[in-house]
């Protein structure tokens, strides 16, 4: 299993910026997905963006297209999420995520290795 540890959320005014960063622990191989998801309080979590690990290929979420660049760092086995032009609907609790194999990279319900989650608040 691989452990993944989540860091920069915070507090930011609409039109700002932040980047998330997940370090993952353990062994990940090319088939490896890495994701970002958000949930608010009483909705399902949402699918952000994701990653996967081999080729850097991307997928995103209409609603952050252009916005948000997720992006790896192999030697440091880290993932990140740069957000830039932040919303107040941006608001939510940011969780990595990982999976070999991943069929439906949308799906959270797909990945099994999952960070604690990091807090993303905009204000307007």
């Known amino acids: 299993q691989v452990q993944l540890v989540e860091s920069g959320g915070g507090l930011v005014q609409a039109g700002g910026s932040l980047r998330l960063s997940c370090a993952a622990s353990?062994?990940?191989?090319?088939?490896?997905?890495m994701g970002w998801f958000r949930q608010t309080s009483g909705k399902e979590r949402e699918f952000v963006a994701a990653?996967?690990?081999?080729?850097?290929?991307?997928y995103y979420a209409d609603s952050v297209k252009g916005r948000f660049t997720i992006s790896r760092d192999n030697a440091k086995n880290t993932v990140y999420l740069q957000m830039n032009s932040l919303k107040p609907e941006d608001t939510a609790v940011y969780y990595c995520?990982?999976?070999?194999?991943?069929?439906?990279?949308?799906?959270?319900?797909?990945?099994?290795?999952w960070g604690q989650g990091t807090q993303v608040t905009v204000s307007s």
């Open positions: 995520a990982g999976q070999q194999f991943v069929g439906s990279y949308y799906r959270y319900n797909e990945y099994g290795d």
């Open positions: 353990g062994r990940t191989f090319s088939t490896y997905y």
């Open positions: 990653i996967r690990w081999g080729d850097g290929r991307t």
